[in-house]
């Protein structure tokens, strides 16, 4: 049994032969390999995307998606361990891990972190519970790193630039009207790095550096790979003969929990916004973002209407990737 937790924890070549079963299901491949299984989707956490993806998928494998929402719909659900039970929540993960493992062949959960102790939140313990107590492979649908936008990403990549070795992969930083999680931003930082390419990463102010654990991350992915990492806080250098542009918000940690002194620092920062003469820049690059994205804030209506522009590509690979996974854990 195996879960999928982070792309860390997996070989660039597992990687990619998801990525290339991805591309089989995208172009036609038909089949139900999955027929008479069941997959649990907890969601702590609003999704379209994800959600969306995950219960079509699941359909079109020809398994059954049990979607649940602790707090709303189910239990609320307590996931430290050795705590006296007097809260809010009702049930304990190991009794939920316990009893979803024998009903189902597989568990995804989304549960982002609390913005109130990054060293707590840095952790990852609410899947990381679910993984220990689970025995079945547990799936991650975005917690501190987002592994199935990974995929998708990647996916994306390679289908619009090639071989992404040797490629200039721009991850900027835009501005936002609150701190956002960081997860998408570690986790293109990791895929990008996996797979070779050169890396810029944008930044207005060195409080927007990620984890250090994602940072020293993809230091060893690139001395592995062959690609490297840069963080600079020049945009026209950043964007200079670009292959590939993909924007993000997040929060600077340093601030974390404390986000009016956080908006303070963020402020003057509005124009990382990814406009066309920022494009222009790049060589002939493909732009992209996890979606949702707030048009004209993070990336202009020009930009998002242009050609380049593969946000729509990257959130149908969501589907095609998170099939070929759950087809490679559970079948």
Not at 38 to 52: D, E, G, I
Not at 176 to 200: D, E, Q
Not at 210 to 227: I, K, P, V
Request: charge should be negative; glycine fraction near 6%.
């Amino acid at each position: 049994m195996r879960h999928f937790l982070n792309t860390i924890d997996w070989s660039r070549d597992e990687l990619q032969a998801l990525l290339d079963r991805a591309r089989l299901w995208r172009e036609g491949e038909s089949g139900r390999p999955l027929a008479g299984r069941s997959v649990a989707l907890l969601f702590l956490n609003p999704s379209l995307r994800t959600r969306a993806s995950f219960e079509v998928g699941v359909h079109e494998l020809g398994a059954h998606a049990v979607v649940l929402e602790p707090g709303k719909g189910a239990w609320g659900i307590e996931f430290e361990t050795g705590v006296v039970m007097d809260g809010d929540a009702e049930e304990h993960i190991a009794e939920v891990a316990g009893v979803l493992s024998r009903y189902c062949d597989a568990i995804a959960l989304r549960a982002f972190p609390l913005f109130k102790d990054w060293q707590e939140d840095r952790q990852d313990k609410v899947i990381r519970s679910l993984a220990q107590y689970a025995s079945v492979p547990v799936i991650n649908m975005e917690t501190i790193v987002h592994p199935c936008q990974e995929l998708a990403l990647m996916r994306t990549v390679q289908d619009h630039i090639g071989s992404p070795v040797g490629k200039t992969f721009v991850l900027t930083w835009t501005w936002h009207p609150r701190p956002l999680n960081t997860a998408v931003a570690n986790s293109a930082l990791l895929i990008a790095s996996k797979f070779g390419m050169n890396i810029r990463m944008l930044i207005p102010d060195e409080a927007y550096r990620l984890d250090e654990q994602f940072m020293d991350a993809a230091d060893r992915q690139c001395e592995a790979s062959g690609g490297s990492l840069e963080v600079t806080t020049a945009i026209e250098s950043a964007y200079s003969g670009a292959d590939f542009v993909y924007a993000k918000s997040w929060g600077a940690l340093p601030f974390y929990g404390r986000p009016d002194e956080e908006a303070k620092l963020r402020e003057p920062y509005r124009h990382f916004i990814v406009d066309e003469e920022k494009m222009a820049l790049t060589d002939n690059a493909r732009f992209s973002h996890c979606l949702p994205l707030r048009r004209n804030i993070k990336a202009t209506d020009g930009v998002m209407d242009a050609d380049y522009c593969v946000a729509l590509d990257e959130a149908e690979n969501r589907l095609h990737t998170q099939k070929a996974l759950m087809a490679e854990l559970i079948g």
